[in-house]
């Protein structure tokens, strides 16, 4: 090898990527700041509100202190109602998830048509928005909370239905067999062989999903489905900013000791 | 294991299925107060349950008014579409860099005790509210548009990535730190090359996740006047256009089920 091929190879001073990799890199950042920009500019963003947003904002902030404690109790009674939609959300939400759950599982579906209306099921329930599955309900139930517990419970099922589905396909498959060789039926085998093994994870998710919840619910009633969001946009409608930051201070409250309770809940039972 | 008093008692040998709550006076126990908990729920509520009932039929007519889903207005679908894309495009990049100095502040192990105590209140403040809630405080302050939108999303975007980044890098191991600052590296030189190659790839890899999430979340935005493709969404709601609503949620599926793949397949690419 020459002096000159060798230092081509081995140069003095090391570098981490070859030159290549260099220029592949600078293409990916020139080409996500174009993508960016593009977005910006075609979005036609008005940058003059920015001018007094500062301004507006500290006007709000000085309308919400003090708060007005007075609302507290009716504050208190929405809040309970949104912790019910959530919970009952949840509760409708294992009853569906479970079945559809071991039909999108490789290992315990029937067939390759039930597998992809399983995984379709999961998708779709997974993409659409909670509010936007509580728009839906609110103009088949009518505004209040069942539109709420319908919402949530079908955006649930994606979640919780995914998950299962996921250790379903993760059992140890030893433990079916055996069921199987005792003759017993699919349902048993379901029963026995299956359901014992994912049961921590169908706990675990729900009380995961549950948490989650609890923060979606509280912005249901922006659309009429009931809770502590029907409160907060009337009060912001009306203008009451030193009741608008009572409600913060209860949400804030309610979604961190939820939060609390469901890590404490999950780190005993994994 | 069977002690010698369960041999001798044949009920005690009947095999069953492991519990969680192995007491049955504890597992019985819960479900009562599920049961206790259901009736209280329920019966608190104030449902309209003539109104609810009414529901089924209404379901049923609705369901036959949204098929089959109308295309017709594709321009100003496609077009609300693009926004939302777009807003979900600068709210993640804006959101990536914002993200940096906060998850830094918010790392145990680098930053000074107040400074982290108060980073972590501002991740948690902005987890905390749901985005509904800070779209409609943006529009409060900004007006209705697109820009609602975007610093909603960015303020999802910004908690999210930074508390990932703040866990990352709490999980370093010291070593490497040690290593750097022995050197008499500068704080700039410290973060250039100790916590940048290591915390690069999974910082990469969560704001791709992030860029998906904005793209689903900035389907809603738009339903309290953020912009993009919710306020459609909720227009046609509103005037009962439930074909045009169906066309409208499929497409938001469609771009949705997209930006899982190309999610999933750029994060595999990372690693």
Known sequence: MSPAEHALKHPEIWRRHSPRQTLFRYIWYVGVVFVVAWSVRSLDLPWEYFEDAGEQAMDLFTRMVPPDWDVLGAVIDALIETIHIATLGTIVTVFIAFPIAFLSARNTTINRTTWVIGRFILVASRSVNTVVWALLFVAIFGPGPVAGVWAIAFRSIGFMGKLVAEAIEEIDEGTVEAIEATGASRLQVLWIGILPQVLPVIYGTTVYRWDINIRESTVLGFVGAGGIGILLYSTMNLFRWEQVSVLLVAIFAVVVVSEFVSAAVRSRIT | ?271
């Open chain 2, 1 to 271: 294991m069977s002690s010698p008093a369960d041999s001798q008692n044949p009920e005690r040998l009947e095999w069953h299925t492991i519990k969680l709550i192995e007491n049955p006076v504890y597992r019985y126990g819960l479900l009562g107060l599920v049961l206790v908990y259901l009736f209280w729920s329920v019966g608190s509520l104030e449902v309209d349950w003539v109104r609810a009932a009414r529901g089924i039929p209404r379901a049923g007519d609705m369901l036959s008014r949204m098929f089959p889903p109308n295309f017709d207005r594709w321009e100003l679908l496609s077009r609300e579409l693009l926004v939302s894309v777009q807003m979900a495009f600068a709210a993640s990049l804006f959101g990536m860099i914002l993200a940096v100095p906060l998850g830094l502040c918010a790392a145990s192990n680098l930053a000074p005790r107040p400074v982290y105590l108060v980073a972590r209140f501002i991740i948690i403040l902005s987890r905390t509210f749901h985005e509904i809630i800070w779209a409609i405080f943006f529009v409060k302050i900004v007006g209705f548009g697109p820009l609602a939108g975007v610093l909603t999303l960015i303020i999802a975007s910004v908690s999210f990535i930074s508390k990932m980044l703040a866990e990352d890098i709490e999980n370093m191991p010291p070593g490497q730190m040690e290593a750097i600052r022995a050197t008499g590296a500068s704080y700039m030189k410290f973060l250039v090359y100790c916590i940048t190659p290591q915390a690069l790839p999974r910082y990469l890899g969560v704001s791709i996740y992030r860029l998906d999430a904005n793209i689903r979340h900035s389907t809603v935005v738009g339903i309290v006047g953020g912009g993009g493709i919710g306020q459609v969404l909720a227009a046609s709601f509103k005037r009962y256009d439930y074909d045009f609503s169906l066309a409208i949620l499929l497409t938001i599926i469609a771009l949705v089920f997209l930006g899982e793949i190309f999610s999933n397949w750029a994060r595999s690419r990372l690693r």
